[in-house]
């Protein structure tokens, strides 16, 4: 069955560093891939949505790839602060589907001034 | 703030007893997700509407479950005879969707943590 992983150990970086997050996903190739940011008890937020045709995205600071031979994608925070401090999720949609999304575990990033 | 409101933000209830939770998405919105959320995982799918039609539900969805959207705007979710199991963050969502269109962007709302004890 088609499977999403992230890293769930938190990652923690330094103010000023990029912070880089994985997210594979394994039998299945999903058409396009979105990530959330996710704060304690709040709702996910929307932050980018990536295309299996695209390689790359960007808005702002942030930084989206898709890699389809590898079946990964890599989110980059560049000059990371401490308001980066988050959980943030993978959300491809479901095999064969295109919008029912199947979320990661998420990856809980913290940026230490 | 998204613009997809939730109401109650918060519900402690007593085993066996029902709780019925609101969505409010964002106006042009024709679709609406609902998702549920424990410690430490990412939001699981439960069931989704076009317009007033649910057009999918999760075998997560027990018979205990149930969800209507009457006029194709807010949406209800109902449990009955809630179990401690169920306690979870219950997660609306809202989306465009456009027929043509091969990809779907949802924007959540903030959440209503259920609490059974």
């Known amino acids: 069955s088609q499977k999403i992983e992230q890293n769930s150990e938190a990652l923690n970086i330094q103010e000023g560093k990029t912070a880089t997050l994985t997210c594979n996903y394994t039998?299945?190739?999903?058409?396009?891939l979105q990530w959330y940011r996710q704060d304690p008890g709040r709702g996910p937020v929307f932050l980018l949505l990536i295309r299996e045709n695209e390689k790359e995205k960007r808005k702002e600071r942030l930084k989206v790839t898709f890699d389809t031979t590898l079946k990964q994608s890599l989110f980059h925070i560049t000059a990371s602060q401490p308001a980066d401090s988050a959980t943030y999720l993978c959300a491809p949609p479901e095999n064969g589907g295109y919008n029912k999304l199947i979320f990661g575990a998420g990856t809980r990033l913290a940026v230490h001034p | 703030d998204t613009g997809v409101s939730q109401d109650p933000r918060h519900k402690i209830t007593k085993r066996g007893q029902n709780v019925t939770f609101r969505c409010d998405p964002i106006?042009?919105?024709?679709?609406l997700y609902w998702y549920r959320q424990t410690l430490g995982q990412g939001p699981e799918f439960l069931t989704y509407f076009q317009n007033e039609a649910q057009l999918e539900k999760s075998r997560l969805l027990s018979d205990r479950f149930s969800a209507e959207r009457p006029k194709g705007s807010f949406s209800t979710l109902e449990i009955q005879r809630t179990e401690q199991g169920d306690s979870a963050m219950y997660l609306c969502?809202?989306?465009?969707?456009?027929?043509?269109?091969?990809?779907?962007?949802?924007?959540f709302g903030p959440g209503t943590r259920l609490t059974v004890l």
């Open positions: 969502a809202s989306s465009l969707g456009h027929r043509d269109r091969a990809t779907d962007t949802q924007y």
């Open positions: 106006s042009e919105h024709n679709r």
């Open positions: 039998n299945y190739s999903p058409a396009y």
